[in-house]
């Protein structure tokens, strides 16, 4: 349980403002985050980020050697567009921008938008997507990223680092991506702040295997045995999911996740080391310690990382950051430049309840993901009359689909736009009563969900626990259309109909 904390709705903030505070040598603060108080020009930026509650990921790797920003939502949850944009915006360098993160939906979405605006403005941006979560999927690259976001992301810095072209610096990506593999089992689950009741709760002699580090309990329970024995289960299976071409060569990190003491990671790593040693590989610069947690979780995650001519050295190149050095880095010049003004922080309402944002950041997911879409067919001129309308929900829907890669029975959002979009395209009716029609479709689609298994998404590694319960990003899209129904209404009645509907 997180015991020291004022108001729960403050955690996160507060806690990058204090990391500001104790290392203003390292990080200086923006909207949405931190970016590099040491200033490289010309370089490949590397930005990354996710939601909060990880330490030291992501806002502890920011510094010369490692990434140049680092974008800090709310716990667990995706940051918003406009918070990525701004970091991304202070941590360009002119050589282009790579924005670095796990494998989660409402990151892909975010970040995604975000790379398509820096590419209108002329940048270089592409996104890089962690997938070294064996217990997540079959495929690879469908996989979620856990514990294996530091060696990815470090690798792939120590390239931008050396001046290397994008281009050169995401063959990198590609390289190191697919040579780590991670595994992790949870023991308790963790309590989010100012809550009295962890997110789940595992048996005493139980533990969950496949965790997420967003609170998500394991795929399955397996019976807690000694160390020796964890040891041996997490590397035989991570040995049984080698990549091609692996090699012999392995960096191996045990990761705590939260409250798992060091002594018992010592313990635990002495268990790792043998039967590494003993399958006839050789163990180089093994990480011990607490690396991707989440919160207070109980629990562990084994990464192997099978090193080649190209990431070795990139892996053992010197860095210098909060809460990961290695070697010495060359003397870099504090950045006292003025920010750009997309990046100042700016003032907002008193925050609702803990419970409250983590609902309005699964609304604002949708809002951003859909009203950027519209947006783009609707414009700034022109009326926007039923034929627009129309074109512009088709256009949200296949950004949504575009950037995330859903369909119809994945269990998200797109569930309940499908039906939503091809009932207003094909509804005679006027505006209004139209998008009442798409509506009722919408929502009798999202609570269908319930019948479903996720297949992308933070639930999809859950299977069947995931039945039951609505999508809900699919249920968060019905809330966003009823509510913009009901302003349709209001319009047409107060102004004797609406003149877009001619």
């Not at 595994?183 to 702040?193: I, K, N, Q």
């Not at 499908?418 to 609570?447: H, M, Y």
Request: aromatic residues 6%; negative net charge; contains cysteine.
């Amino acid at each position: 349980m997180t015991r020291l904390v004022n108001n729960p709705d403050d955690f996160p903030s507060q806690a990058v403002a204090g990391l500001v505070s104790a290392f203003p040598n390292y990080v200086r603060p923006v909207f949405g985050g931190v970016v590099r108080a040491a200033r490289t020009d010309r370089k490949v930026a590397l930005v990354v980020g996710g939601g909060s509650g990880h330490y030291p990921a992501f806002a502890g790797w920011v510094g010369p050697g490692f990434a140049d920003g680092a974008v800090c939502g709310n716990i667990f949850s995706s940051p918003s567009a406009s918070q990525a944009y701004a970091v991304c915006k202070a941590a360009d360098r002119g050589a282009g921008i790579l924005i670095g993160f796990g494998n989660y939906a409402g990151d892909v979405l975010h970040f995604g938008q975000v790379a398509e605006r820096l590419r209108s403005e002329g940048i270089d941006a592409r996104c890089l997507l962690v997938t070294d979560d064996i217990a997540s999927g079959q495929e690879h690259l469908k996989r979620r990223g856990i514990a294996g976001d530091l060696p990815v992301f470090k690798v792939t810095a120590a390239a931008c680092e050396e001046g290397r072209r994008i281009d050169e610096v995401v063959a990198v990506f590609d390289r190191i991506n697919d040579r780590t593999r991670s595994l992790g089992v949870a023991f308790a689950g963790c309590t989010l702040p100012g809550w009295d009741e962890p997110l789940f709760r595992v048996e005493a002699t139980q533990m969950g295997v496949g965790m997420g580090i967003h609170g998500e309990p394991g795929i399955h329970d397996e019976a807690l045995g000694t160390a020796d024995e964890v040891a041996a289960m997490l590397v035989d299976r991570l040995l049984a999911d080698r990549p091609n071409n692996s090699g012999t060569r392995v960096v191996p990190i045990v990761n705590g996740l939260g409250s798992t003491k060091y002594e018992e990671l010592f313990v635990l790593w002495n268990s790792v080391s043998r039967r590494l040693e003993d399958a006839g590989l050789t163990i180089v610069d093994p990480q011990v310690g607490e690396f991707v947690t989440s919160l207070d979780m109980a629990g562990v995650s084994l990464t192997l990382v099978w090193l080649d001519d190209v990431i070795e050295p990139l892996w053992l190149a010197a860095c210098d950051t909060p809460a990961f050095r290695r070697g010495t880095v060359a003397q870099v010049d504090f950045d006292t430049t003025p920010l750009p003004q997309e990046v100042e922080q700016v003032s907002i309402t008193k925050p609702g309840s803990h419970v409250s944002q983590r609902l309005a950041g699964v609304i604002v997911q949708a809002l951003e993901a859909v009203l950027t879409g519209f947006g783009a067919v609707l414009g700034d001129e022109d009326r926007a009359d039923k034929d627009a309308i129309r074109q512009a929900a088709r256009a949200a829907l296949d950004a949504v689909t575009q950037l995330g890669g859903a369909k119809t029975g994945d269990k998200t959002m797109v569930d309940a736009m499908i039906p939503f979009v091809t009932t207003l395209e094909s509804s005679a009716d006027a505006l209004p009563q139209a998008w009442e029609s798409a509506c009722r479709a919408a929502d009798a689609a999202a609570q269908a969900t319930s019948e479903m298994t996720a297949k992308i998404g933070r639930a999809r590694p859950l299977g069947e626990k995931s039945l039951g319960t609505p999508d809900p990003g699919a249920m968060s899209f019905c809330e966003v259309v009823v509510a913009v129904g009901s302003v349709l209404s209001t319009s047409a009645s107060s102004n004797g109909g609406l003149r877009a509907q001619r």
